[in-house]
């Protein structure tokens, strides 16, 4: 059993930046990709971006990439998701969630989910 927390979250003026976090803890870590998906009102969940457990693959989305990083503290068990240049079409919950892999054409197979973080950028 895995359990995710995401925080980070907050309101932000377009052009702005923020981080979420994501930590994890329970048995089995080691075995599983983390990826950040959003969801936005009214619309599908959306993957974001995904990173793999210890050879550093990741993967993101075209509306992100350029804009967001995503990076693991394996001792910390946390996966951060930096967001720069935001827009309003970023706004939307943002959950983690651990995956059974992922590729360089995405992120498959989410099993574990947190309850997700609000992001909201807007003036």
């Known amino acids: 059993q895995v359990q995710l927390v995401e925080s980070g979250g907050d309101l932000v003026q377009p052009g702005g930046s923020l981080e979420l976090s994501c930590a994890a803890s329970g048995s089995g870590l080691d075995y599983y990709a983390i990826g950040w998906f959003r969801q936005a009102p009214g619309k599908e969940r959306e993957e974001v971006s995904c990173?793999?457990?210890?050879?550093?693959?990741?993967y993101y989305a075209n509306s992100v990439k350029g804009r967001f990083i995503i990076y693991r503290d394996n001792p910390k068990n946390t996966v951060y998701l930096r967001m720069d240049s935001l827009k309003p079409e970023d706004t939307a919950v943002y959950y983690c969630?651990?995956?059974?892999?992922?590729?360089?054409?995405?992120?498959?197979?989410?099993?574990?989910w947190g309850q997700g973080t609000q992001v909201t950028v807007s003036s």
């Open positions: 990173i793999s457990t210890t050879d550093g693959l990741t």
């Open positions: 969630a651990t995956l059974r892999r992922i590729s360089v054409y995405g992120c498959y197979d989410p099993n574990y």
